[in-house]
């Protein structure tokens, strides 16, 4: 899949059924990483605040995508996730609705992101929650994270692009 203006040529849903169009994003960095609920990365959410927290009047935009894939360990609705996710959490960086990221289904920006950045051996699909993508000012997309990669080991290379 060819998308010559990045992840800007997408749009997702929100989690409370709004458009997200990734166009509005073009200038800033965006961190887009699967998420789940019931997962043992899921304290990472506190990580990916903390980046929202730190980062997000510079320019970056951290994107959550609950994904039910791994282990059914996102089994809930949108309301309950985001209400976890706050609750939690403390969350105030968007969530999208619950996508797809890996198969016939997947949702487009995740088929675009897995084959533009390849994960170890150059393997497209997503092995679990978590995995994370770290998009430049203009859209395109420059590192793949694992599930073990912490937020806050993200820093170094956010803070290269903003």
């Not at 997408?10 to 059924?17: E, L, Q, S």
């Not at 073009?26 to 961190?31: D, E, I, P, Q």
């Amino acid at each position: 899949m060819t998308a010559p203006e990045g992840i800007h040529a997408f749009t997702v849903r929100g989690i409370g059924g709004e458009t997200i169009r990734l166009a509005d994003f073009a200038g800033r960095v965006v961190l887009i990483v699967n998420t789940a609920s019931r997962c043992g990365f899921t304290p990472q959410y506190a990580g990916l605040q903390a980046l929202h927290e730190t980062y997000g009047s510079r320019g970056l935009v951290v994107i959550g995508c609950p994904c039910n894939q791994f282990g059914a360990q996102e089994p809930e609705g949108e309301a309950i996730i985001a209400g976890f996710c706050t609750r939690n959490y403390g969350v105030n960086f968007l969530l999208t609705e619950k996508v797809v990221v890996n198969g016939a289904t997947a949702h487009p920006l995740f088929r675009y992101l897995r084959e533009a950045v390849p994960g170890v051996l150059g393997t497209t699909a997503i092995k679990w929650n978590f995995t994370k993508f770290l998009v430049d000012k203009t859209g395109i997309p420059v590192g793949r994270y694992a599930p073990t990669t912490s937020p806050a080991e993200l820093a170094s290379d956010i803070e290269a692009l903003l």
